[in-house]
């Protein structure tokens, strides 16, 4: 069983900067592509933010530029560095497989920018 949990998340201004972390237990993160989704009042989960088995990534058009994401693999977490923050990140920010998202989702984590 997979557990995915979120942290790291708060209130900033526009403009600050936030790392969020998932604790992954159950699955060896190293081996799966994992990703950041993130999902806004009234809106949809979106995919922003994928690292592949080789350490690849890819970002959103909204994100690129400003986050980034990486792993560490002893402690089995993946990390989202947000730079920048804008009033239109703010969202609840979960992480899981990459597409399809295959384990239950964590809590997430709340971001809030304030402008």
């Known amino acids: 069983q997979v557990r995915l949990v979120e942290a790291g998340g708060g209130s900033v201004q526009s403009g600050g900067s936030l790392k969020l972390s998932c604790v992954v237990t159950g699955k060896d993160i190293s081996q799966k592509y994992m990703a950041w989704y993130r999902q806004a009042p009234g809106k949809e989960r979106d995919l922003i933010a994928t690292i592949f088995t080789d350490g690849g990534t890819s970002l959103s058009d909204s994100v690129k530029g400003r986050f980034a994401i990486s792993r560490d693999s002893m402690r089995n977490t993946l990390y989202l560095q947000m730079n920048n923050l804008k009033p239109d990140d703010a969202a609840v920010y979960y992480c899981?497989?990459?597409?399809?998202?295959?384990?239950?989702w964590g809590p997430g984590t709340q971001v809030t920018v304030s402008s």
């Open positions: 899981n497989f990459a597409l399809p998202p295959r384990a239950t």
